[in-house]
């Protein structure tokens, strides 16, 4: 049988309908749609992929079951890796991961992986009406701090080896950056809610309101019995340019506007949550979480929507179909700019030179691409008397988050990095304290969800060990 070239399209609302609404935007695979990619497998000896995911799921063999119908097989093979396969569906960037080593890619499109784990997840959710049995327990206890993709990887993992295991959560809301930094668009709520649910039925047990740093420290969590600490707490700290402006009402940081978004329900039809009136906004940043930011604001009524970039669209660092989507929708890319002042007025009088007030303008300078960084990339250099005015009442910085400074907070002896995140044994995990271990974006900064659940998994493995031997 000839192999089709391209992925099975994934159907999508229509572009103009979902502009106006928080529903999802992929809509995933049917039965048919499902086998008839899974088909395009070519179940390679040396797996390729398996390597390029970062929690090693066994990727043929669940797209194998795939191919057979049953369905549950493939649940049953990812989640023996995979404690939230749902959100990975959904939120991970497979193509620069195990799509881009996937052998058809070299000739044809890599196989949808992402899109058949999320397919084979959503099944499962669907349709499972067996009874999960969580293991024997092996009497021993951990914490996990924060209940973001790494502290729910964590987690997950050490509950299916007999661990008693607590997840301390700030928020009153279980899912950390899941939650609060990721648009209802693109993952729903109740995926989140069905994910947690399942390490529930595995004996997780979650504590709520709980700043850890504030309400209890580390030293305290092992003085109440717990023999090991894992701390996942994010990178919750947003990062402003420090150009003027940045002081009016109507400048977010994207961390804050995603969060009174998402905590405070305004995707809801049913909500009356005011988050913002603005027609004309600037999104600074050119992630994901920028693309997220962007297409939330058209979604709540802005008119005009613009990205300010200081590169072009091929350093764009968002996933290519978030940007798809985002330029669907009318999102407008201001590429090759970067903001140098925020303007605004003090409702006295409408001068722009004003230093207090409301945002109504954005200065930026243009930019041309040098020579690269030490990463490679072409670094913008800003080309003199290139200013230009974008008329806007609303900026939105998405320019990066670094970790919660709290951290140094919740213990003594807990070596902290120039940038505030935690110092590990990239191996294990391992803090300079005894029995505390680390991943996700606490360690690193802002990354990607599956890294964070990496992170956490190399932990949960490196608890085991530690308090096995112990």
């Known amino acids: 049988m000839a192999i089709q070239p391209k992925k099975n399209e994934m159907p999508v609302q229509d572009a103009q309908k979902r502009a106006k ?22 179940n390679c000896k040396n797996k390729p992929c398996v390597e390029g995911c ?20 493939a649940y049953d093979v990812i989640s023996k890796s995979s404690s939230l396969p749902a959100i990975c569906g959904r939120v991970c960037p497979q193509e620069t991961q195990c799509e881009s080593k996937c052998t058809l890619g070299i000739k044809f499109e890599p196989v949808g992986i992402g899109r058949l784990e999320r397919f084979v997840a959503d099944y499962h959710n669907s349709n499972f009406t067996g009874k999960i049995n969580a293991p024997e327990s092996n009497g021993h206890k951990v914490a996990v701090v924060g209940s973001g993709p790494s502290g729910l990887a964590c987690a997950g993992d050490l509950a299916k080896k007999g661990y008693k295991v607590t997840v301390f959560e700030a928020l009153h809301t279980i899912g950390g950056v899941l939650v609060y930094g990721i648009p209802e668009f693109r993952l729903p709520k109740k995926i989140i809610e069905k994910e947690v649910d399942t390490l529930k039925k595995y004996g997780v047990d979650f504590e709520i309101n709980v ?51 998402n905590l405070m329900k305004a995707y809801s039809t049913e909500s009356h949550t005011p988050v913002m009136s603005a027609k004309n906004v600037a999104v600074v940043g050119g992630g994901n979480v920028a693309m997220d930011a962007a297409r939330t604001a058209l979604r709540l009524g802005a008119e005009n929507v613009y990205i ?50 409301t945002v109504t303008a954005l200065k930026v300078i243009k930019c041309e691409l040098g020579e690269p960084d030490e990463r490679g990339r072409r670094k913008p250099v800003e080309v003199p008397n ?15 988050t670094s970790p919660n400074p709290l951290i140094k907070n919740t213990t003594d002896g807990l070596e902290i990095n120039r940038r505030g995140g935690i110092i590990v044994d990239e191996a294990s995990g391992k803090t300079s304290k005894e029995g505390v271990f680390a991943g996700g974006d606490a360690v690193t900064g802002a990354a990607t969800v599956i890294l964070a659940m990496g992170a956490g998994k190399t932990a949960a493995n490196a608890i085991d060990e530690y308090l096995t031997k112990k």
Request: glycine share 10%; with cysteine.
């Open 386 to 400: 290139s200013e230009f005015i974008i008329d806007i009442d609303c900026v939105i910085m998405a320019i990066g």
């Open 211 to 261: 700043v850890i740093g504030k309400t209890l420290t580390v030293d305290e969590l092992f003085d109440s019995g717990y023999e090991a600490v894992f701390i996942g707490s994010g990178a919750g700290l947003p990062r402003f340019m420090g150009i003027k402006g940045e002081s009016l009402k109507g400048v977010y940081s994207a961390n804050e506007f995603l969060t009174r978004v």
């Open 308 to 357: 300010i970039y200081r590169r072009s669209m091929e350093e764009l660092p968002a996933r290519k179909e978030e940007v798809e989507h985002a330029i669907e929708e009318g999102v407008k890319f201001q590429l090759l700019c970067n903001p140098v002042e925020i303007i605004g007025y003090n409702n006295v009088e409408d001068r722009r030179d004003a230093k207090n007030g």
């Open 21 to 42: 609404n928080f529903d999802e935007v992929a809509l995933g695979y049917c039965v048919e749609v499902a086998v008839a990619e899974a088909q395009r497998c070519l």
């Open 54 to 73: 970062p929690v090693n799921i066994a990727v043929p063999d669940f797209i194998s079951e795939i191919k057979k119908g049953n369905f549950e097989g």
